[in-house]
């Protein structure tokens, strides 16, 4: 039984649940329980806060987690990333009243900044040379400045839509974070054993998501070009229409190099493209 930590309720409560639930990974915890099990896969699911998520992974009280790269930079505990998962994406920012000429970093210089994150914010001043007073409040940072508490602020950010409803300007963007599983540093064999099996449907579900399965129509002359920029998983696959000199080309493509694909495509001659989503990719 491998037993796995995920937030209880919060930001990234919702899309871990979904994360499992994609794996095939039956989860049901109807009354909001503590703990579940997995109905069908060796799992125990604990929900627990985000915080502290990292010291029951370094303790072994839980051999894997989900949680935001933030939340475990600031811990410092002895854990190990194994694997991003691609939400929660969001970055941590010095933000400071829209009032405020801001001409850079040495702005801070002296002053007091209000964060949830003081261990990743010391750090990151002591690299960039600067003495400020690091305030410490678990929550609602963002007030900070409008009371007095503080000059600035270092949060969370996503899309700046909070610090503008409270007065704040975003100055400087000092980290970038995502979700991640984290690890356990000493696994037995027989949970290790289980991890690789999730880590094997989690890559799947992801590499689904990042591509897309595309299909369309092209005259003859144009098969080999297309095959060139569709390279497929091993190599597109090629089916005769039942229109004379046209083939169905069905392929693979990433969800970044799409419209680019799509263009090129087109200069081809290439007419009635469909693009599908695929839901697990096995690579
Ligand atoms: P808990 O009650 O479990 O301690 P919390 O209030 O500390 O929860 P949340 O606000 O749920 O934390 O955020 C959890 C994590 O989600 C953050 O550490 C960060 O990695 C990520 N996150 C937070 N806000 C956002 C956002 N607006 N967009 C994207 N990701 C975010
Ligand atoms: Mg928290």
Known sequence: MLRIAIQKSGRLSEKSNAL???CGIQVENGNKKLKAQARNFPLEVMYLRDDDIPQYVADGVVDVGILGE???LEKEKAVEVIQPLGFAKCRLSLAVSKEVNYTG???FEGRKIATSYPKILKRHLDKLGVNA??????GSVEIAPSIGLAD???DIVSTGSTLMTNGLKEVETLMRSQAVMIATPNLSEERQLILEKLLFRIKAVKSADQNKYILLNAPNSAVEEICNILPGMKSPTILPLAREGWSSIHSVVKEDEFWEVIDNLQGYGAEGILVVPIEKMII
């Open 20 to 22: 499992l639930k994609e």
């Open 70 to 72: 933030n939340g475990i």
């Open 105 to 107: 970093i040495q702005y």
């Open 133 to 138: 007073e690091v305030e410490e409040i678990s």
């Open 152 to 154: 600035g602020v270092f």
